[in-house]
């Protein structure tokens, strides 16, 4: 399949009207410069975007109880402080020795105390922390090259996850490259009525390819945002992009030691767990609901750019950046059709509950995929943002002046890589 076939298929049926914001800085690159820091030391003074995102507000109605998110990662620590009696009995896919529960670099650990870590012991305080977590241990590029791994693995881990018991499913791995067996897998997937978030990647100097599985048409990808509201500049951009959340100054396990975190960027790994965590949050509030209905309230209550137009996405943040508790404390985005993905505007074959089929707002005029972004096109750049200058507002409740930053490809030595 070509490159352009791929970009085609990838996302023909859900991209509306393009809008793009001017250059407006340039932000730290993703891991560059960490520095490790005591595990003694209180991780919750560091998570900034949790009082940005008004965490404390939205968990005296919700912490994301009775939603389970299979982490599709490089493993996840049961025994941190934070994880203690949170992380379920998962699956090694790897065909390496070890469990689901081994996490042979910290990556996958660091993403479940994001989603529902309980900052215990001073560790990392999840955005939903009454969530449990299902782990699925999957390799990474460096794994591959030392160990004779399942060439299938992610695919496994996909299906396994569709099987479980999890609503959400969260990877934040990713590669430039596309197989059948994957695009059934993530099919399977959504036929089990899982909602599907992926990392779209963090080398956006480098070419600008499409990352799988956050470029397949059931796949939400999530971009990464710094703490001013501006797009990281090592996040991916194209029409892959469906919503983005906080990447920036988020520490993490800095090894698979677990003596230490380390001060940095999470990425747009940590962006996508922190959007999964959005997910439950919602999906905690209305369990009724669907994978499709928690999704388009998600994309209905993102905050975009101050003056784009409704219905129009963008390049770099997709519907806008995730903000759930604009719906949980304050209403916005309505679930709309229980069988109607918002992601490909087509019918889903999963279950859906009695009661929930009001219909969504038709789909919007789709734009060519391989339409050239412009930095030129200005949608509301220079404007103020709604907060009166703030760009932290984008959280807050307002919307932000984007930055937009060339894009780049999401370069893998060999098959994939944590993004």
């Not at 065909?95 to 990392?124: F, N, P, Q, R």
Request: glycine share 12%; net charge positive; proline share 5%.
């Amino acid at each position: 399949m070509t490159a352009g076939t791929s970009r085609m298929w990838g996302r023909a049926a859900r991209r509306a009207l393009t809008f793009t914001v001017a250059l407006a800085g340039a932000c730290a690159t993703a891991l560059v410069g960490a520095a490790p820091v005591a595990v003694a030391a209180d991780m919750r003074s560091k998570q900034w975007y949790l009082d940005a995102m008004h965490a404390e507000e939205i968990w005296k109605k919700t912490t994301g109880e009775g939603i389970t998110v299979a982490v599709i990662d490089t493993g996840v620590n049961s025994s941190t402080p934070s994880l203690k009696g949170k992380v379920l009995k998962g699956l090694d896919t790897t065909g390496v020795k070890g469990e689901a529960t081994d996490d042979y670099t910290g990556h996958g650990t660091t993403m479940a105390e994001l989603i529902a870590g309980s900052g215990e012991g001073g560790g990392l305080k999840g955005l939903a922390p009454g969530a449990k977590i299902l782990p699925l241990r999957v390799s990474n590029t460096k794994l591959q090259n030392k160990e004779s791994v399942n060439a299938h693995d992610e695919r496994d881990a996909i299906r396994a996850a569709a099987d479980s018991d999890a609503q959400i499913i969260s990877m934040s791995f990713g590669s430039e490259f596309m197989t059948q067996e994957n695009i059934e897998a993530v099919k399977y997937a959504e036929s089990k009525g899982k909602l599907f978030l992926a990392a779209v990647g963090n080398s956006a100097k480098k070419g600008n390819k499409p990352s799988y599985p956050a470029n397949y048409p059931e796949v939400a990808g999530v971009a990464a945002t710094d703490r001013n509201g501006r797009v990281a500049e090592y996040s991916q951009h194209g029409d892959f992009v469906d919503i983005a959340a906080p990447g920036n100054d988020i520490p993490y396990w800095c090894d698979s030691s677990f003596t230490r975190y380390c001060d940095g960027d999470g990425g747009t790994s940590a962006a996508t767990a922190l959007a999964s965590a959005s997910a439950a949050l919602i999906w905690s509030a209305h369990p009724d609901w669907t994978a499709n209905q928690v999704l388009r309230v998600m994309f209905e209550s993102a905050a975009r750019p101050e003056g784009s137009k409704e219905g129009a996405l963008s390049n770099y943040l997709g519907h806008g950046i995730v903000r759930p508790n604009a719906h949980i404390t304050r209403g916005l985005g309505k679930p709309g059709d229980a069988n109607l993905s918002p992601l490909t505007n087509k019918r889903t074959s999963g279950a859906a509950p009695a009661g929930s089929t009001a219909p969504s707002s038709p789909a919007a005029p789709q734009t060519p995929k391989d339409k050239p972004v412009s930095d030129a096109a200005v949608a509301g750049a220079g404007k103020k943002t709604a907060d009166g200058g703030n760009r932290t507002g984008f959280i807050l409740g307002g919307a932000a002046v984007v930055v937009v930053l060339a894009g780049a490809a999401f370069v893998v030595v060999r098959r994939r890589r944590t993004a």
